[in-house]
């Protein structure tokens, strides 16, 4: 053969790897988004209905590209079905609104078992102490491109959106710190003054809450975010979205830099 013509098959090879998926996820996500998908977000995510339109339409838009990207699977006998896929892309998508983003692009799988699950690898509790041996999960994020997810606590966070507990949220909130290639509870930010300004105040916070946690004092944020400044991140999340009214009031600096990252304020979205 040819050499220019082997050099024009090359570039030809090259050109389509890089087309042939790009103008697959433009399709996806440009399709309609089904009417039954519509009726399971009503259903299942408590906050959804009241979601201003435009960020309703962006929510939609980003499902899409996330299930286009994403596999799911069901372990523990679950039988995967829209309802699980859609009810988490969603919640996910939600941690991105109005943020350039690329939808987690370091994620390929979530795993749902259809209730709690039991891990068996080192962990350290609220007091920073080391331990080993199995323990019972409602969810998990790896670095490695995987979450691991109960469906039944899936569905109650995303039915009570008041509680501060949302397991989607929390290990959503893990894959956005990750991306920084460590997780420890700095993602990515605008730049050094961001940086700045953020270790200020989650250190401030997280060092409240370990003291919250020994001498057994009731807080905002669950004692759990006591555990590493990657745990203090994710519960800080949960409770910025779902309790945004009491920690603008009692963590005025902490409301405000998580406000300034997330890009929205779910104060707009709860009923006075």
Known sequence: ML?????????????LLLWVPRYR????????FPEPWVALLEQNIQVYRQLPMPLRLQLRKLIKQ???????????????TDEIRVTIAAEACMLILNRS????????YIIVYPTTFVADHGHADEAGIAGHGPRTLLGES????KVILAWDSVQ???????????????????QLDSETGSANGAPLLGGAKSYSIWAKVLSSEFEKLQAASRKGRRSLMDHYGATNPAECFAVATETFFEKPRRMARDHGELFSTLKAYYRID???????
Do not use: C, T
């Not at 996330?66 to 995967?80: D, N, R, V, W």
């Not at 790896?142 to 491109?145: I, R, S």
């Not at 779910?266 to 006075?272: C, I």
């Open 25 to 32: 996820l433009n399709k996806a996500v440009e399709a309609p």
């Open 101 to 108: 983003s690329r939808v987690y692009p370091g994620l390929k």
């Open 66 to 80: 996330f299930l286009h990207q994403k596999h799911f699977s069901g372990a523990g006998g679950l039988e995967m």
């Open 266 to 272: 779910p104060r707009e979205w709860q009923k006075r």
């Open 156 to 174: 109650h966070g995303a039915r009570n959106f008041l509680d501060g507990q949302n397991v989607v949220l929390h290990e959503f909130a893990h």
């Open 3 to 15: 050499p220019w013509i082997l050099l024009a098959l090359v570039a030809l090879g090259a050109f």
């Open 142 to 145: 790896w670095q490695a491109g």
